[in-house]
């Protein structure tokens, strides 16, 4: 299959191979019809299915979320699959491999943390789309201090300098 780019790329998910960049994926055949799922779907899902973890804080490394937040500012700019920040997915006919950058609260146990994400993101997926989940990585780029909120912060009274 062709790329938006006219590329023509391939990928292998466990011995299944799918295009890149293509629309959809073929998730159920049968004799009355076929089923496609396209990948911004399973990013989605993903993408929701990690954040209702309590302990993850935010999806994506520092710049994904400056580029996010300026994005949602322009009109139109907010939708899509790339969009997804912290979410990453490979779709092939009948599997799905997913990568996650997540920003923790402090105080939480990762290693937990991570078993509850994958464990969501998984039953989530293959419920909603019937593909096989053959893994989920996750990579923990920061760790959320509650005391450096801007919104908690004393703000000192102005006091006038000269008089």
């Known amino acids: 299959m062709t790329t938006p780019a006219g590329t023509t790329t391939t990928s292998t998910v466990a011995g299944t191979t799918g295009t890149v960049g293509s629309p959809a994926r073929l998730a159920d055949d049968t004799a009355q019809g076929k089923t496609t799922i396209s990948a911004s779907v399973v990013q989605k899902i993903a993408g929701i299915a990690a954040r209702e973890i309590s302990g993850v804080y935010a999806m994506g490394g520092g710049v994904s979320r400056a580029f996010g937040a300026i994005r949602e500012r322009i009109p139109g700019g907010g939708t899509g699959a790339a969009n997804i920040a912290g979410v990453q997915v490979e779709v092939g006919e009948k599997q799905s491999a997913i990568d996650l950058d997540l920003v923790v609260e402090y105080g939480a146990s990762i290693v937990d943390l991570a078993r509850a994400v994958r464990r969501n993101v998984i039953t989530a997926v293959e419920a909603m ?16 201090l509650p005391e450096l909120d801007d919104s908690e912060l004393p703000v000192a009274p102005a006091t006038a300098r000269v008089e």
């Open 129 to 144: 789309t019937g593909l096989e989940v053959i893994e989920v990585n996750i990579a923990v780029n920061d760790i959320h």
